[in-house]
């Protein structure tokens, strides 16, 4: 996809969505097309701030430490938090 396109759409789909006196907050993945000089320019045009994601490619190169990844990942969820989301419930803070 180019910035054009990207640009495009998000004009067309999701800016219509969006109250004219909010602004628009990104994740920025630090993809290549998000930091193009046309993206970066758009989306100081229409007001855009961001918030940074997480890496969300894995940096395993074996089964096991996939798996060792996923059991870390895994851990580091509150059990409070697992336990809201089998009784459906929201977490009280």
């Known amino acids: 996809m180019d910035s054009l396109l ?3 759409l998000l004009t ?4 219509p969505h969006i109250p004219n006196h909010r602004r628009r907050t990104f994740y920025q993945d630090n993809i290549p097309l ?22 969300l ?9 996939l798996e ?5 990942g ?6 409070k938090v697992i ?3 089998i009784l459906h ?3 009280q803070a």
């Open 6 to 8: 990207y640009q495009q």
């Open 12 to 15: 067309a789909h999701l800016i």
């Open 34 to 55: 998000h930091k193009t000089p046309p993206m970066l320019t758009w989306f100081e045009e229409n007001r855009s701030e961001f918030v940074d994601a997480p890496e």
């Open 57 to 65: 490619r894995s940096k395993t190169t074996t089964k096991n430490e």
């Open 68 to 72: 060792q990844a996923i059991n870390n």
């Open 74 to 79: 895994c851990d580091a969820i509150p059990q």
């Open 83 to 85: 336990q809201s989301y």
């Open 89 to 91: 419930r929201p977490v």
